[in-house]
């Protein structure tokens, strides 16, 4: 027993503490009599718990407004206007009716005002910061409806579903315009595992649902039988695009993976950027284990030779670390999987694929062979054997200009990362949230939702999201 006791979280000692729970309690029996069972006085002790940090919540917010003549904001003075306003803000137990007047920039006419309450607080999006993180985070892995679910269900206050997707939408795309920083902010903040021993890296791509402008020249025309009362909207279409996907992953000396960082952008987003990222972290790795290998494992695809060409570009010179560049060797057996199930019985009953992974494992030499073996059996196919012909041309294909980046037994050897499932991982981590059913996107929501769901999966989510809420809160002070 005594080995899964557990320590009190409060002490019990604590007297003002135990005067709270008293009081709870009397207003529990009070509100709801006597006759309840133990989950229903939980149930009611939490509703009165709400009760009283809203009111907290809302005298906190209030005792931020001022109605000072003028205001001082990051050096420069506002001045008070006189027509009353008010503001409505989501609170994680609740809406708040805040009064505050506007304030415009001293000698500007007709500009944009200010809320100083807003400043003071750091609002994001008319929610308070704490709910604006926790929704945030949330959002990384679950739709608005979900969302709000999951808030009224653990007893939070939830804004309603439209308005949330709309707060939610606006401050992801701004924390993706922000995501170099706030990746170097969780750079700075975050401790690295110990004994990095290697690290590898690599891109993919996924398919998405987008949205995209029609031509409405050649819009199939609408079938309505009575008038549309609105403007309709512009025509479009749904059409799959390849987003961009990336990873670092750091191993220990037994090659047993420590830390995965994962990063993800829209297709119409300029590959370079994601590649500077993948780099920037793999070269702040470097700065505390300048000895580690470094990987560079993706599949053979022309388009994702950006990120080899950007960590050459940019690792420290210091560092004295070559990048590996390899053919990820899932996807090369690939290749040689199909010649096998094209040109052998069925069944293999040869254990030709057995035999093409060990010979690449045993020795770096064995692609060369392999690539003579399969030029020498597409030789002698006859032009009538289309499906075996198709299958050796496609092997040898894919490996004649990529030989150099299929030698993989030497690294094996030392227990060295040789294949891109932490790549292909990420790719399906982020379908997942994505790629349901009947969804769609249009590039900055999309772009905002791949970077919430990259922080949150890389575990950064709370060193930048401390960095992004700083933005929001400025120092306001009286004029006078």
């Known amino acids: 027993m005594s080995s899964i006791a557990r320590s009190p979280r409060v002490d019990p000692s604590n007297k003002m503490l135990c005067q709270l729970v008293q009081s709870v309690r009397e207003e529990v029996l009070r509100r709801y009599g006597s006759e309840l069972t133990f989950e229903q006085r939980r149930d009611a002790a939490a509703t009165i718990t709400a009760d009283m940090l809203w009111l907290d919540e809302d005298g906190d917010l209030r005792s931020l407004v001022t109605h000072a003549e003028e205001v001082v904001v990051e050096g420069k003075r506002y001045r008070r206007l006189e027509q009353p306003s008010s503001g409505e803000y989501r609170g994680r137990w609740g809406a708040h009716h805040v009064q505050e007047p506007l304030y415009r920039l001293e000698g500007v006419h007709n500009g944009p005002t200010i809320k100083p309450v807003e400043l003071h607080a750091g609002i994001i999006e008319n929610m308070t910061p704490d709910l604006a993180r926790i929704v945030g985070e949330l959002s990384a892995e679950q739709t608005s409806r979900q969302v709000v679910a999951t808030l009224t269900t653990v007893g939070l206050g939830s804004p309603s579903r439209a308005p949330l997707e709309k707060h939610v939408k606006r401050m992801a795309q701004e924390m993706g315009e922000q995501v170099d920083t706030l990746e170097e902010a969780a750079r700075v903040a975050e401790t690295l595992p110990a004994a990095v021993f290697a690290i590898s890296c690599g891109m993919d791509r996924g398919a998405v649902r987008m949205v995209e402008a029609l031509d409405p020249a050649t819009a199939a025309p609408t079938q309505r039988s009575e008038p549309y009362e609105r403007t ?33 952008a829209e297709a119409d987003s300029a590959p370079a950027d994601l590649a500077r990222r993948v780099s920037a972290d793999v070269a702040w790795v470097l700065k505390s284990y300048p000895g580690s290998d470094v990987h560079c494992i993706q599949d053979g695809a022309l388009e994702l030779r950006v990120l080899p060409d950007m960590l050459v570009k940019t690792l420290p010179a210091n560092s004295n670390v070559d990048v590996v560049d390899l053919v990820d060797f899932k996807h090369l057996t690939g290749y040689l999987d199909d010649v096998v199930d094209a040109c052998e019985p069925p069944g293999d009953p040869h254990d030709l694929k057995g035999w093409y992974r060990a010979e690449l494992l045993r020795d770096d030499g064995a692609i060369d062979r392999i690539w003579r073996k399969l030029r020498d059996q597409g030789k002698s196919l006859p032009s009538s054997a289309r499906k075996k012909r198709k299958a050796v041309a496609a092997a040898l294909s894919y490996i004649r200009t990529r030989k150099t980046r299929m030698r993989y037994a030497s690294h094996y050897r030392e227990g060295l990362p040789i294949g891109s499932g932490a790549t292909e991982n990420t790719v399906w981590l982020m379908q997942q949230r994505v790629k349901r059913a009947a969804q769609s996107w249009r590039p900055p929501g999309l772009r905002g939702v791949l970077v919430l769901r990259a922080l949150v999966l890389s575990e950064r989510w709370a ?3 401390a960095t992004y809420a700083a933005t929001h809160r400025k120092d306001v002070r009286s004029a006078a």
């Not at 695009?241 to 990063?263: E, H, Q």
């Open 232 to 264: 309709p909207p512009p025509p479009s279409e749904r059409r799959y695009r390849m987003a961009w996907n990336g990873s670092t992953t750091l191993y220990d000396v037994f090659g047993k993976p420590l830390r995965t960082f994962r990063y993800a």
């Open 463 to 465: 060193a930048a999201w």
